[in-house]
């Protein structure tokens, strides 16, 4: 428990952090009294809440994945979801559903209203009254398009100050580090001269100045009202490029972190079962350092899964992921991980710096290059233009190895997506995983956008169509995948903070063991990452003898001590303790 003045000195020990000297004591007196506000008058706060368990299940989606001619996409979305996968999935993340110009919803034009071709407000809330919501707080920057960027043209306060602006003759950008490969500065001419406003990703994506207090007031703000209207999941998306200071990366800079934490503060008050997930997509200890002390984001993003995985399954070597797997620390108290393998970016290369070498992930690029894959490109220190992210459909990226395409590419999937299931932490299943969605060249060549590839739109008809069918892999896909999280979601063993222990079984075998909270029950989890037979010997797992096991998937019993397990390629064996 928080008592009223824990809070006051907490909020009053993040802003220092944040500000420092940038405000007079008044200004800082003003913004902690203005901070105070959002919290409830009760005198005592609880900052500890149950947020998730074996049964949280994440699909993300776009509003407008799916859509029907007689009706707006949110709603066919919410029909699609209790049609199919009731039961099954418990959150969703619905990716920007905001009026936008670019960048499918991450260039936002008003943060307050629901894109009128998708729905309102009233379709978010009937989705947030069956479904935990997790919506994106698109924090960094806006659209050129706001009414916000207008006042800021035309020197009306306090938008004259909302956006970063920088003297590129006193302001050292050599150091800086984006995911792009645009300017970084725009020109715009103002009623008190030509300033040049920071653009990390685009030229028409604004960057916010959060040097100026009345931007984080204003997105507190936003945060509030999105849980008015039923969000409960706040995806911090570009959080790490938050804050900028001359000489530095602009990376991951100590105030960025102070912001996130006082963002958790304020939530943990405001509404203690909300959750904050960062979205930083950088090398893995930069990733890691977004947990804090167990005092920042709830959640982060496991951004070296899925190169990592997608790297073990093309080699069929688990070594560097075994490797990485020893090396991350299990999840603090209050905090989870967030697993994933695909989703509407691309598969990044940088969080496999340091974990992979520069000929495997060459080797990579070159095998999703002849999948029909495509690679994105950042800018750098000093402008070097390096690879990002591979721009592929992840059943496309599975649909052989460095050898070539092969007939397994369906069993390879399935067994990709098992082991993000089994991982500790909290799964986040990217809708065109489970529909089997395949590289869309038309898309792509339409947009002329790289991550286009993977965003395409299906019919409703047409889907319900090939899903009812069982002559097609869409089928195979969904019917697989769908029968994975109904047995997933009743093992307690499979909670996000299940003990996790890696298994060493070889390089074509990936292995590990969960052992639920109460202790009670044990799932061995075992992967054939590999075109060959594998033979397990049930002694080489060190398991108890004096009880039965029984694979979860293929409802087989072994007791016997001399008893081995035969996998097939890409087999999945999840093996529990029956007594």
């Not at 991951?252 to 203690?272: A, D, G, K, Y």
């Not at 038309?442 to 947009?447: D, F, G, Q, V, Y």
């Amino acid at each position: 428990m928080k008592t009223l003045q824990q809070l006051v000195d907490t909020i009053s020990r993040h802003i220092d952090v944040i500000y420092g000297d940038l405000l007079t004591q008044q200004e800082r007196f003003e913004l902690i009294q203005t901070l105070l506000a959002f919290a409830p008058n009760e005198t005592t706060f609880d900052d500890h809440a149950v947020r998730w368990s074996e049964k949280s299940l994440m699909m993300i989606t776009y509003a407008d994945t799916i859509i029907d001619a007689h009706e707006k996409p949110l709603k066919t979305l919410k029909s699609f979801l209790d049609d199919r996968l009731k039961n099954l999935i418990s959150h969703v993340h619905v990716l920007p559903f905001f009026p936008y110009s670019s960048d499918d919803g991450f260039a936002v034009k008003d943060f307050y209203a629901v894109k009128p071709s998708s729905g309102d407000w009233g379709d978010i809330q009937t989705l947030a009254n069956d479904y935990v919501l997790m919506a994106d707080l698109v924090i960094n920057h806006g659209s050129s398009k706001t009414d916000w960027f207008k006042k800021f043209k035309e020197n009306i306060p306090p938008y004259n100050n909302y956006y970063f602006c920088v003297d590129p003759e006193q302001f050292d950008i050599s150091e800086v580090t984006r995911p792009r490969t645009s300017r970084l500065l725009r020109e715009v001419d103002t009623p008190d001269g030509k300033k040049h406003l920071w653009c990390t990703f685009s030229q028409v994506q604004l960057d916010f100045n959060f040097k100026n207090p009345e931007v984080l007031l204003e997105f507190i703000r936003i945060i509030v009202f999105y849980l008015s209207q039923g969000v409960r999941v706040f995806r911090l998306d570009a959080v790490g490029y938050l804050w900028k200071e001359s000489g530095t990366a602009c990376l991951n800079l100590p105030q960025t972190h102070e912001i996130i934490r006082l963002l958790r503060t304020l939530l943990s008050v405001i509404s203690p079962e909300a959750i904050i997930i960062t979205e930083t997509n950088v090398p893995n200890q930069e990733n890691l350092s977004y947990f804090g002390n167990g005092n920042e984001a709830h959640c982060i993003y496991n951004f070296s899964l899925p190169p990592l995985l997608l790297n073990t399954l093309a080699t069929g070597d688990c070594t560097p992921l075994k490797r990485w797997m020893l090396s991350i620390p299990p999840a603090q108290p209050e905090t989870a991980y967030f697993n994933f393998i695909a989703s509407h970016d691309g598969i990044g290369l940088r969080p496999a710096e340091g974990l992979l070498s520069e000929n495997d992930i060459e080797q990579l690029i070159l095998t999703m290059k002849d999948f029909g894959g495509k690679i994105s490109y950042r800018t750098g220190k000093n402008g070097k233009r390096k690879p990002y992210e591979v721009n592929i459909a992840l059943i496309d990226a599975l649909k052989g190895t460095i050898e070539g395409e092969d007939e397994w590419g369906v069993d390879r999937f399935i067994c990709a997506q098992a082991i993000m299931l089994s991982l500790q932490g909290i799964p986040g299943i990217y809708i065109h995983s489970l529909l089997g969605t395949t590289n869309d060249y038309e898309k792509l060549r339409k947009t002329r956008r790289n991550r286009s590839i993977n965003r395409s739109n299906w019919h409703r008809n047409e889907l319900d169509q090939l899903l009812d069918a069982d002559d097609n892999h869409h089928h195979k896909i969904f019917q697989k995948f769908k029968r994975l999280l109904y047995i997933r979601r009743q093992e307690k063993a499979f909670h996000p903070n299940a003990t996790q222990v890696t298994l060493h079984l070889g390089s074509n075998i990936f292995g590990f063991w969960r052992e639920s909270l109460d202790g009670k029950d044990f799932i061995y989890c075992l992967f054939n990452i590999s075109l060959q037979n594998q033979i397990i010997p049930l002694d080489s797992l060190n398991i108890n003898h004096n009880e039965k096991w029984l694979d979860l998937l293929e409802q087989k019993r072994y007791e016997k001590n001399n008893d081995c397990i035969v996998m097939t390629p890409y087999q999945v064996v999840w093996l529990k303790n029956k007594i």
